[in-house]
C-alpha cells in the first residue's frame, strides 16, 4: 500500500520519470516510463536491477550497440489490417528501420549471451523472420524511395519518361533559342513546370507571337508561361507514363504491405521488446547520470546505506560544480525508528526524502545513487506525512490534515511497512501536539514497522532515548561558524539551536536572555550541554583526522625508507661486480706481463742483469695481484661457479648455462647448443642478465644466422704480440666451437718461432681440439697452423 495518493509528487518521482523519458529515444520507451510501479516482489526487482545494471556495463564499454530508429509502429497496424490498403512510401521505410533496429539488437544479444544473461532472456520469445526484411528492404533505396528495379514494369516505365522528358527538353532548347533571338522571352530564360507539364516563360506582350497554351503568369504579370504547340504531344506522352508510374508503385506498394499483414502479432511483439530495450537504455543512462548501482539485498529485516546521495539534488549540485553530502543510515529490528532532530534548514528533510525516494526507486527496478556495499530490505508498505496539506475545500487545517494522516498510518501500518514523518506533532500547541505525538510514536514503536520522523519535541526525543526500538538522531551543527553540517548522526539527539541562531541574527542579547528564562535552566542546560558534546566530537573528529594524516605520512616515510635501502643494498652489489672487474683486470694484465717478461727471457738468453730486472718486475706484479686473492677470500667464494650458475666466456656477450662440471671443465647449455669450456675462461652472471640477453638476441643471446655467415675459419696473427696472440685467439676458437665449425686455419708465420709456439702451447687447452698440425709445405708449412674440432 502506498499512502497518499501523490506520494511519487511528494518525494520527487514525478521528476524522476520526466528525466527517465527525456533519456528515451522513442515513445515507445516513454510508454514503458509511464508504466513504472513500486513492486514488493523481490524476483521481479531483482530481474529489473539486473537488466539495467548490464545496460550501464554495455554503456560504459562503448559496446556497439542501435541507438537509433526505435519507432513505434503501432498507429500503421489498423492501416495494415485493411484488405487492399498500403503504406506509403515513407511508412514502409519506416518499417524497415525498425526491423534493422530490432535485428541489430537480437544479433547483438545472440553475440553476447555470455555476458548479459538477464537482457539476452528478453529476446527468447522472439521469432524475427529476416525474408520479411529483405523482401522489403530489397526494393529501396537509401533516401526511403523505390529503386527504379523495384519491378520490371517500373523500370520500363521510369526509362521512357526519362527519354520523353530528354526529347522534351531538347525541343523546348531549341524554341528558347529561337524565341531570345526574337526578343521574346527574358535573357535568363530556362524551362519551368507548371501543372505538372514543362513550360517556356515569355513576356508577356509577345505572347501571341508564340503558340502554345499558357499556364499562369508571374506575380507581376510581366512574364506568362507558355506551353508550345510542338510540345503538347510530348508533355502528354510524359504525363501519361507518370500516371503509369503512379500505378505501379501503388501496385508494388500494395503487395509490400500485404507481406506484413500476417505479421502483425509478431510487429507488436517487435515493437514491445524494442521499447523495453529504449526503457532499459534510458534506466541505464539516468544511473549513470547519478552515479547509481545495484545495492545488496538484506537477509535480515534491517537497511544500512553507505554514502545516499538524493538524486535530484545531486543533479542539481552538478551542474554548479557543488559536492552533495553524502547520507550513512542504519535501521535494524532493535532500532526500527530514528528520531531525527537538529535545527530548522539542517537538512532534516532531505535525509527524510531521500531515504523514500530511494527505497521508492529501488522497489521500481531503478538503480540507486548509493555505495555498492549498501544494503537494503523489502517494504510492502510506504506510508509518507510530509508537506503543508491544508485544504480549504474540506475546510481542514494543517494540522488536521496531519492527524487524519496519522489515522490512516495507525490503522495500517505492520511490520513490512516503512513509515516516514516530517516535523511530527507540530501545527498545533506544543505542549498538546507534542503530547499527541508521543502516544502516536507509542503505537508506531508496537507496529514493528519500519521509520524515520523528524522533530523538534524534546519530549520525542527523550522517548525514543529510554524505550528499545527508537534510536535517536541529530543533524549535526558547526557552533562556531553557526552553519548546518547537512550529516546525520545516529545515536545522540539534537538540538535546534535556537537560542544560538537568534543571536546570530542579531536578536538583542536582553531578548535572548529574556528567552532564556521563560525556556528554564533545565532546558536550557540541556541544549547546551548537547552543543558542547557537539563542540567536542568536531573537534575529537579533527583530531582523529590529524592523526589519520600522520599515520598516512609515516607509511609513506616508512615506503620511502624501504625504497632506500633497496637502493643502497642494490649499490653495494654494483660496487663489488665493479671491484670484481678491477681485480680481473688486474689479474688480466699481470698475465700478460708475465709472458712479456718470460719472452724478454727467451730473446735475452737470460742475461743475469735483464733475470734480476725481470724479477722485480714479477715481484712488483705478484704484490698487486695480491688484491684480487684477498677480495676473493672477503667474497666468501661467491665467484665459485656450481651447476645451474649462469655464466658468460670472459671478453664476450655470450650467456649460457652450467648443467655440467667434469674438472676443470664445465659444460654449457648455450640455447639449443652444448660445449665444454675451461671454468677459468667462465665469469657468473645473474638470472636478469640471461633473461635479458634471450629478449634481444636468438637462441638465448646469440645469433647464430649473422655470426655463421660473418665468421672467417683462417685467422692471421702474423705481425702481434705474444700478450695480443691470446686474447684474440681464445674468442676465434670459443666462436668456432659454439658455431659448429671443423676445420681452421691460424696463419702465425715461421719468424723465430715465439707466435707458433705461444699458439700451439694456448691449442693444449681446448679438449675439442681432435689435431693439430703444419701446413702443406706449398703452402705455408711451419708458418701455418691446421687444427680439426670433433
Not at 271 to 299: E, T
Not at 370 to 395: A, C, P, R, W, Y
Not at 396 to 406: A, D, E, G, Q, V
Request: aromatic share 8%.
Amino acid at each position: 500500500m502506498l499512502y497518499p495518493s501523490n506520494l511519487e509528487l511528494k518525494l520527487g518521482f514525478d521528476k524522476i520519470r520526466g528525466l527517465l523519458q527525456e533519456a528515451c529515444e522513442s515513445n515507445l520507451g516513454k510508454s514503458f516510463v509511464d508504466k513504472i510501479r513500486f513492486s514488493s516482489d523481490q524476483d521481479s526487482i531483482d530481474r529489473w536491477l539486473s537488466q539495467t545494471d548490464e545496460f550501464v556495463r554495455i554503456i560504459t564499454s562503448q559496446e556497439l550497440f542501435p541507438n537509433s530508429n526505435y519507432i513505434d509502429l503501432s498507429p500503421l497496424f489498423g492501416k495494415i489490417r485493411v484488405d487492399n490498403s498500403f503504406l506509403s512510401e515513407e511508412e514502409l521505410y519506416d518499417v524497415i528501420l525498425s526491423l534493422k533496429t530490432l535485428n541489430k539488437c537480437l544479433d547483438f544479444f545472440q553475440e553476447k549471451r555470455e555476458e548479459y544473461p538477464v537482457l539476452s532472456e528478453l529476446t527468447y520469445p522472439i521469432v524475427f523472420d529476416e525474408d520479411l526484411l529483405w523482401s522489403i528492404a530489397r526494393v529501396f533505396d537509401e533516401r526511403g524511395k523505390l529503386k527504379d528495379n523495384a519491378s520490371d514494369r517500373l523500370y520500363e516505365i521510369r526509362k521512357g519518361i526519362l527519354e520523353e522528358k530528354q526529347r522534351l527538353r531538347r525541343v523546348l532548347d531549341n524554341i528558347i533559342s529561337r524565341t531570345k533571338k526574337e526578343g521574346y522571352t527574358p535573357d535568363d530564360v530556362s524551362v519551368t513546370i507548371r501543372n505538372g507539364r514543362m513550360v517556356i516563360p515569355v513576356l508577356a506582350e509577345y505572347k501571341r507571337r508564340v503558340k502554345g497554351f499558357i499556364h499562369g503568369e508571374s506575380a507581376t504579370g510581366q512574364t506568362v508561361y507558355l506551353e508550345p504547340t510542338e510540345v503538347f504531344a510530348i508533355n502528354n506522352e510524359v504525363q501519361e507514363l507518370e500516371y503509369a508510374e503512379q500505378r505501379e508503385v501503388v501496385r508494388i506498394l500494395m503487395e509490400l504491405t500485404s507481406y506484413l499483414r500476417p505479421e502483425i502479432e509478431n510487429l507488436k511483439q517487435y515493437m514491445q521488446f524494442l521499447g523495453l530495450v529504449d526503457f532499459i537504455r534510458a534506466k541505464a543512462r539516468f544511473a549513470l547520470k547519478i552515479d547509481a548501482c545495484k545495492p545488496q539485498w538484506s537477509a535480515k529485516k534491517e537497511f544500512n546505506w553507505q554514502v545516499a546521495k538524493h538524486p535530484l539534488l545531486l543533479l542539481k549540485h552538478k551542474e554548479i560544480g557543488k559536492d552533495v553530502v553524502p547520507l550513512n543510515i542504519y535501521l535494524e529490528p532493535n532500532q526500527r525508528v530514528l528520531i531525527i532532530s537538529g535545527p530548522n534548514a539542517g537538512g532534516k528533510s532531505v535525509c527524510l526524502k531521500t531515504v523514500g525516494l530511494l527505497q521508492y526507486m529501488l522497489q521500481s527496478g531503478l538503480l540507486v545513487s548509493v555505495n555498492e556495499s549498501s544494503t537494503f530490505t523489502l517494504f510492502k508498505d510506504l506510508f509518507i506525512d510530509i508537506g503543508d496539506e491544508q485544504s480549504i475545500e474540506n475546510d481542514l487545517s494543517t494540522y488536521s490534515s496531519h492527524l487524519i494522516n496519522m489515522k490512516h498510518l495507525l490503522g495500517h501500518v505492520n511490520k513490512k511497512s516503512l513509515f516516514l514523518i516530517d516535523e511530527f506533532g507540530t501545527g498545533t500547541e506544543p505542549q498538546y501536539g507534542g503530547a499527541i505525538a508521543e502516544a502516536i510514536l507509542m503505537e508506531l514503536k508496537d507496529s514493528k514497522g519500519m521509520g524515520v520522523i523528524t522533530t523538534h519535541y524534546g519530549n520525542l526525543k527523550e522517548y525514543a532515548d529510554k524505550h528499545d526500538g527508537l534510536v535517536n538522531g541529530a543533524m549535526r551543527y558547526d557552533l562556531k561558524k553557526l552553519q548546518p553540517l547537512y550529516e546525520l548522526e545516529i545515536g545522540k539527539p539534537g538540538s535546534s539551536f535556537a537560542l544560538e541562531i537568534a543571536g546570530k541574527i542579531g536578536l538583542p542579547n536582553r531578548t535572548i536572555e529574556n528567552a532564556k528564562r521563560k525556556i528554564g535552566i533545565k532546558q536550557v542546560s540541556f541544549d547546551q550541554m548537547l552543543g558542547q558534546l557537539q563542540i567536542q566530537q568536531n573537534e575529537l573528529e579533527a583530531s582523529e583526522k590529524k592523526v589519520k594524516t600522520r599515520e598516512r605520512e609515516l607509511d609513506e616515510l616508512t615506503e620511502q625508507y624501504a625504497q632506500l635501502k633497496s637502493h643502497l643494498q642494490k649499490q653495494e652489489k654494483k660496487i663489488l661486480n665493479e671491484a670484481k672487474q678491477r681485480a680481473n683486470s688486474i689479474v688480466s694484465e699481470a698475465n700478460k706481463e708475465v709472458e712479456r717478461v718470460i719472452r724478454e727471457i727467451k730473446e735475452k738468453k737470460a742475461e743475469k742483469e735483464a733475470v734480476k730486472k725481470q724479477r722485480a718486475r714479477l715481484e712488483k706484479i705478484k704484490n698487486e695481484t695480491e688484491v684480487k686473492e684477498q677480495f676473493e677470500k672477503s667474497s666468501d667464494n661467491s665467484d665459485e661457479i656450481k651447476i645451474g650458475d649462469y655464466v658468460q666466456l670472459k671478453g664476450q656477450d655470450t650467456v649460457g648455462q652450467v648443467v655440467n662440471i667434469k674438472g676443470k671443465d664445465a659444460e654449457l647449455s648455450i640455447g639449443e647448443l652444448t660445449s665444454f669450456v675451461r671454468l677459468n675462461r667462465l665469469e657468473k652472471v645473474n638470472r636478469k642478465a640471461y633473461k635479458d640477453q634471450g629478449k634481444t638476441k636468438s637462441f638465448s643471446g646469440y645469433d647464430y644466422v649473422s655470426k655463421q655467415s660473418d665468421f672467417n675459419s683462417r685467422i692471421d696473427l702474423r705481425g702481434m704480440r705474444a700478450e695480443e696472440v691470446i686474447p684474440k685467439l681464445g674468442t676465434w676458437l670459443d666462436e668456432a666451437i659454439m658455431l659448429g665449425v671443423k676445420e681452421l686455419q691460424i696463419v702465425h708465420g715461421k719468424g723465430n718461432g715465439v707466435l707458433r709456439q705461444v699458439t700451439r702451447d694456448h691449442l693444449k687447452n681446448y679438449r675439442e681440439i681432435s689435431s693439430v698440425r703444419d701446413e702443406h709445405a706449398d703452402r705455408g708449412g711451419a708458418g701455418v697452423t691446421l687444427l680439426t674440432i670433433s
